[in-house]
C-alpha cells in the first residue's frame, strides 16, 4: 500500500473521530507507557537502563520500552493502531512519519509541555539545544507548530578502510567527490575489488546533493533535477557502469559486513554505526575511521542530518505526561552523554561538549569527534507532507541508476516529476 493510500485511509479516521466528538485513544496498557523503538542488541540494554534508572528516580507509570521493528515496521504498526484507536504513548519515527499521525489526528502538540512552567523546559535549557535539532521537529505543514522532540540524531558520515586504501597506494580518505572517484578506480585497478558499498538510502542521496552545494526542495517543489542533484546521480552511474561500486537493498548491511572483511574501501551510513563497526573490526582502530563524506567545495561542507525524534500520542493524559516527562529526562545533558557515548549517536545539548566523559572520549581516538564537528554544517531533510512517499521514489530511482534501468539523467527528471506531484497531492 502506498503512503498517498495510507494517508487517505488516516485522514478518514481522523474525520470519523471528529464527527464522533472523541479526539482520544485508548492506550494499548493503561498501567505502563509504552515506548515503541526500533533499537537493539547493546543499545537496545542502554535504553532499557536507562528507562530504568528513570522508573526509579521518578515514581509513576513505568515506562516500558518494546521494540517494534525498524522505522518502516513501526510507522506501519502505528497506522494500523490509529485505525483500531488503541496506540503506545510514544514512538519513534521521522519527520515523514509523524506527518501522517498528525493529519489522523493522533499526536500531541508538544509546544504547551514544553512551556509548562511545572514540567517543561526553561528557556536557558532550551538554549542548550542545537537549534537546528528543535526547528526539525517543527511542521511549517501545520502552522509550525513542534509535534515530536529530537531523541536519536546523527549525521552522514564516510566510513574507510585503511587496509583496503593501504593495499592499493593510498594513505588518505577522499576530501572532494573528484577525489573520491579517482580513488575508488585506483583501488579496482591496483586491488580488483569493489572500492564503495552503497546502501540504497533517501537521506544518503540528500546528504550528497547538500555536499555537492545543493538543496532538495525550494518550498513545495523538489530539485531533483538541479545541477547538484544531476551530479550525484551521474556519479552513481559511473561506479555503476565502471564496476567500482555495487548497491545493497534497504535494511541490508551487507556493505558493513564487506566492509569489516576488509572487501570495500568507503561505505556512507549514520555515525550511529560507529559502535557496530567497532566491534565488527574487533575494536582495531587502527584498520579504519570515519570523516565527513566528500564534498564539492571542502571550504563550504554540507551533509546531512537525521536519526528518529519521538512523537507522543493523545491517549490519556496521565499517559502524555509521563511520556513527556521521559523525554525531557533522556534529552538531559547527562543522560545524551551518556547516550552518544554508549551508541554513537550525537549528544543533543550543546552543554555536552564540556562534559568530561565526552571530553575524555574525544581524546581517545582520532575520529570520535568526526559526527559532532559536522553539525556545524548539518542539513536537515524536509518535514513536508508527502516526504514519506517521496523517499520511497528516491530511492527507486537510485536503485534504477545502478541496475541500468535508467540513465542518470532520466532519474533525475523521472524523480523530479513524480517527487514533485506527490508534493502537490498533499499541499495542505
Given at each position: ?99 501522517e499521525y498528525v493529519l489522523a489526528g493522533a499526536v500531541v502538540e508538544l509546544d504547551p509541555f514544553v512551556q ?102 525550494q518550498g513545495r517543489t523538489t530539485l531533483f533535477d538541479s545541477e547538484p542533484a544531476k551530479e550525484v546521480f ?79 500520542f493523545k491517549t490519556t493524559l496521565e499517559q502524555q505526561r509521563r511520556a513527556w516527562e521521559f523525554v525531557k ?100
Open positions: 500500500m502506498s503512503t498517498r493510500i495510507v494517508l487517505a485511509v488516516l485522514c478518514m479516521v481522523s474525520v470519523m473521530i471528529s464527527c464522533t466528538g472523541s479526539k482520544d485513544f485508548k492506550p494499548i496498557e493503561s498501567g505502563k507507557v509504552l515506548f515503541w523503538d526500533r533499537q537493539t542488541t547493546d543499545t537496545g540494554d542502554l535504553l532499557r537502563a536507562i528507562i530504568s534508572d528513570f522508573n526509579s528516580a521518578y515514581p509513576g507509570l513505568p515506562i516500558e520500552a518494546q521494540y517494534s521493528g525498524g522505522y518502516s515496521e513501526i510507522n506501519r504498526k502505528v497506522s494500523a493502531s490509529i485505525q483500531a484507536r488503541t496506540l503506545p504513548a510514544m514512538a519513534v519515527g521521522y519527520q515523514s512519519m509523524t506527518v509548562d512552567v511545572e514540567i517543561g523546559l526553561t528557556q536557558q535549557e532550551l538554549d542548550d539545544f542545537f537549534p537546528a535539532f528543535l526547528e526539525m521537529n517543527r511542521y511549517p505543514d501545520f502552522e509550525n507548530k513542534m509535534y515530536s522532540f529530537p531523541f536519536c540524531k546523527s549525521v552522514l558520515l564516510m566510513y574507510f578502510n585503511k587496509n583496503v586504501l593501504k593495499e592499493a597506494g593510498i594513505d588518505h580518505p577522499p576530501a572532494t567527490w573528484d577525489e573520491f572517484l579517482a580513488q575508488c578506480r585506483q583501488i579496482k585497478a591496483t586491488t580488483g575489488k569493489f572500492a564503495y558499498a552503497a546502501n540504497i538510502d533517501a537521506s544518503t542521496i540528500d546528504g550528497m546533493i547538500f555536499s555537492m552545494g545543493g538543496e532538495v526542495t551521474k556519479l552513481l552511474e559511473t561506479l555503476a557502469k565502471e564496476q567500482l561500486a555495487y548497491h545493497i537493498p534497504p535494511e541490508s548491511y551487507d556493505d558493513r559486513d564487506a566492509f569489516a572483511q576488509d572487501r570495500i574501501a568507503f561505505f556512507f551510513r549514520s555515525s550511529s554505526h560507529r559502535a557496530y563497526v567497532d566491534r565488527l573490526m574487533e575494536n582495531s582502530r587502527d584498520r579504519w575511521g570515519m570523516a565527513r563524506i566528500p564534498q564539492k567545495d571542502p571550504n563550504n561542507p554540507r551533509t546531512v542530518l537525521y536519526g528518529p525524534n519521538v512523537s507522543i529526562y533522556f534529552t538531559s545533558r547527562d543522560v545524551t552523554v551518556r547516550w552518544a557515548l554508549g551508541t554513537g549517536y550525537l549528544p543533543v545539548r550543546k552543554s555536552a561538549a564540556e562534559d568530561p566523559r565526552m571530553k575524555s572520549f574525544w581524546e581517545e581516538w582520532e575520529y570520535n569527534r568526526a559526527a559532532f564537528d559536522c553539525l556545524p554544517f548539518a542539513v536537515s531533510e524536509p518535514n513536508l507532507g508527502g516526504w514519506q512517499e517521496v523517499r520511497d521514489l528516491i530511492e527507486k530511482a537510485e536503485t534504477a541508476v545502478f541496475t541500468g534501468k535508467q540513465s542518470a539523467e532520466e532519474a533525475a527528471i523521472s524523480l523530479k516529476k513524480s517527487a514533485d506531484q506527490v508534493l502537490k497531492d498533499f499541499a495542505m
